[in-house]
């Protein structure tokens, strides 16, 4: 199961109430159900803003974010999130970790584990289920991360600069991790970049955000397109100069 995803006219603002600074002004953008879209953009421009008001973490000033039709009130079950810091608990096993996650859905206990060596499996650290974040290694933490997240068998999974801490081939693998998760769930994917190459190599569409405030400023659907590398480093540039 998944669910689409819908930005209407989201506009958000930090700072104080009178003189707040608007990081998005107005955004719109769908995501359907089971797709997987880049969120590609320079760095201050209202990635993580997106995304953390996808996931409920932070409140649209104007404007709303639907997750299937329904407006976000506050963070819920139905949204994994990969953050770039694993933000593991360092005192419990891996399997400890992704049981936490599983206590706000009043799961019992033989249930919790059971989900949490089965998204363990899912991300191809069965054999790492009761080992420490310190015994792991950078990869293996992030995949973790990502139990955690699609444990409690959410509808979307958010992903903001998930692979960003980790080295070339690490990140290599975990890409591909992640494009066959996709797959084999089906889930609706929204991952936060600021690598295009990233970006092309695993979305079926890239969306450019730039300007400040942030608004969509390309939306590109056919990411294998000749010139397209090019073309949205050109726009990522225009994003720096606005
Ligand atoms: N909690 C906050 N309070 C005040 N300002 C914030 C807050 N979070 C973000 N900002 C500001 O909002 C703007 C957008 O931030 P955001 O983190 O969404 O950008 P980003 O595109 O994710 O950048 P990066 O690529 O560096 O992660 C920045 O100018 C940032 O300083
Ligand atoms: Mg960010």
């Given at each position: 199961m998944s669910q689409s995803i819908r930005l209407d006219a989201l506009t958000v603002g930090y700072g104080s109430r009178r003189r707040p600074t608007t990081v998005l002004d107005a955004t719109e953008l769908t995501l359907p159900a089971g797709s997987f879209t880049a969120l590609l953009g320079p760095s201050g421009c209202g990635k993580s803003t997106v995304l953390n008001a996808v996931a409920g973490f932070v409140r649209p000033t104007a404007g709303r974010v639907l997750v299937g039709g329904e407006p976000v009130t506050a963070p819920g079950a139905d949204r994994g999130v990969v953050f770039q810091?694993?933000?593991?608990?360092?005192?419990?096993?891996a399997r400890g970790n992704v049981e936490f996650a599983l206590k706000r859905l009043g799961l019992p206990r033989a249930e919790r584990r059971r989900r949490a060596l089965e998204a363990l499996a899912e991300v191809e650290l069965a054999d790492g289920a009761e080992k420490y974040p310190a015994q792991l290694s950078g990869g293996m933490q992030q995949r973790v991360a990502l139990a955690r997240a699609i444990a409690a068998e959410p509808q979307v999974l958010l992903l903001d600069e998930?692979?960003?801490?980790?080295d070339a081939l690490t990140r290599a693998r975990m890409q591909e991790l992640l494009i066959r998760l996709w797959h084999r769930t089906g889930l609706t994917v929204l991952f936060v970049t600021h690598d295009i190459d990233e970006a092309l190599a695993l979305a079926e569409r890239v969306v450019v955000l730039g300007g400040r405030p942030g608004r969509v400023v390309a939306d590109h659907t056919?990411?294998?397109?000749?010139g397209l590398r090019e073309l949205i480093s050109r726009q990522l540039g225009h994003g720096h100069e606005a």
């Open positions: 810091h694993y933000a593991l608990f360092p005192w419990l096993t998930p692979f960003g801490a980790l056919d990411p294998s397109a000749p």
